[in-house]
């Protein structure tokens, strides 16, 4: 091999042993030789069966487990999970946490994510969710004053535009970012004019859905979101 082909070509990638069993178990998954509720078989035929060792497979199973496509129940066996987006997207929330650093990274996927989520549920919201998110930014004029009605409120409010767009793996991922902020939210509501700021937002949010005006709904979240960064920027500075 000449030194010209020998610089071009990128080092063989050592994959440990746990990576190779979890991508093979992966495959049984894939073909649909294991499917959603499957039990797999006791840690020492399987560890057999592949021909590893078990502390090596342990280590394989346990990755599977954080990404949501393996689940062990009380009583022991290891079983595939549903696999639904919901068991996939859950280890985001898990393995994320806010902080001063990442902050800004999190408003700006929401600007993202919500706003075209907003962009979807102004094409799919049925009329019925359309009267309660206008009957909801109702409601929430005599909730500035109360953080834990709004915040119940608040969830409501958003979780009916996430569930419009019939996108499990959207509404998954917005939910989450929804969930990563909370903390901080709680502290923010407490705050002068930032519900009332909140609820104005809602309201025009609304608004745009219910005249099924995408534009204008993604612009209204993503105007949202970021009336929701500051706020929670000032809470985590109260909080230091």
Same mark, same amino acid.
């Given at each position: 091999?000449?030194?010209?082909?020998?610089?071009?070509?990128?080092?063989?990638?050592?994959?440990?042993?746990?990576?190779?069993?979890?991508?093979?178990?992966?495959?049984?998954?894939?073909?649909?030789?294991?499917?959603?509720?499957?039990?797999?078989?006791?840690?020492? &035929?399987?560890?057999?069966?592949?021909?590893?060792?078990?502390?090596?497979?342990?280590?394989? *199973?346990?990755?599977?487990?954080?990404?949501?496509?393996?689940?062990?129940?009380?009583?022991?066996?290891?079983?595939?999970?549903?696999?639904?987006?919901?068991?996939? *997207?859950?280890?985001?929330?898990?393995?994320?946490?806010?902080?001063?650093?990442?902050?800004?990274?999190?408003?700006?996927?929401?600007?993202?994510?919500?706003?075209?989520?907003?962009?979807?549920?102004?094409?799919?919201?049925? @009329?019925?969710?359309?009267?309660?998110?206008?009957?909801?930014?109702?409601?929430?004029?005599?909730?500035? @004053?109360?953080?834990?009605? #709004?915040?119940?409120? &608040?969830?409501? #409010?958003?979780?009916?535009?996430?569930?419009?767009?019939?996108?499990? #793996?959207?509404?998954?991922?917005?939910?989450? #970012?929804?969930? *990563?902020?909370?903390?901080?939210?709680?502290?923010?509501?407490?705050?002068?004019?930032?519900?009332?700021?909140?609820?104005? @937002?809602?309201?025009?949010?609304?608004?745009?859905?219910?005249?099924?005006?995408?534009?204008?709904?993604?612009?209204?979240?993503?105007?949202?979101?970021?009336?929701?960064?500051?706020?929670?920027?000032?809470?985590?500075?109260?909080?230091?």
């Amino acid at each position: 091999m000449t030194a010209d082909v020998a610089h071009v070509i990128s080092p063989v990638e050592r994959n440990s042993v746990a990576d190779q069993i979890a991508k093979k178990i992966l495959d049984l998954v894939r073909t649909g030789n294991l499917k959603p509720g499957d039990q797999l078989p006791t840690e020492r &035929d399987l560890a057999q069966m592949l021909q590893v060792s078990r502390p090596s497979l342990r280590e394989a *199973l346990r990755g599977l487990q954080i990404l949501g496509v393996i689940k062990t129940r009380q009583g022991g066996g290891a079983y595939v999970s549903s696999l639904d987006a919901a068991d996939l *997207l859950a280890p985001l929330q898990m393995l994320i946490t806010l902080n001063e650093d990442n902050v800004g990274n999190l408003y700006e996927a929401r600007v993202m994510v919500d706003g075209r989520v907003a962009r979807l549920a102004a094409e799919r919201l049925s @009329d019925a969710d359309i009267d309660r998110l206008l009957a909801m930014v109702k409601v929430q004029e005599g909730l500035v @004053d109360d953080p834990i009605g #709004f915040r119940v409120s &608040d969830l409501e #409010f958003h979780r009916t535009i996430m569930d419009s767009t019939q996108n499990p #793996f959207l509404i998954r991922v917005a939910y989450s #970012f929804y969930v *990563l902020g909370i903390e901080y939210r709680r502290i923010a509501a407490a705050m002068p004019g930032v519900l009332r700021r909140s609820q104005a @937002d809602h309201a025009a949010i609304a608004a745009a859905l219910a005249e099924r005006d995408a534009d204008r709904a993604e612009r209204a979240t993503e105007a949202h979101m970021r009336n929701v960064y500051l706020s929670t920027r000032e809470a985590m500075e109260k909080t230091k």
